[in-house]
């Protein structure tokens, strides 16, 4: 059975539908908008989470936000 997840990139904020089987891990791929590669389930994100994101380099991103 699959599961659908909500994510959004790290870098320019665009969100996306990713759908997995339950024994593959969650690979959201590239970022049709920005390309890059860092996501996170939206659920996971609030609002001032996403505005130090915004603010931030992308570089810094991994130091304290769980990436999926």
Known sequence: MSEKHAVECLRCGT???VERERT???DPGECAKCGYLGWALVADLSEPVRKN???RPPELHFRRL???
Do not use: K
Request: no cysteine; glycine share 8%; proline share 0%.
């Open 24 to 26: 593959q891990g969650l």
């Open 66 to 68: 769980r990436v999926v």
């Open 15 to 17: 969100f996306r539908t």
């Open 53 to 55: 994101l915004r603010e």
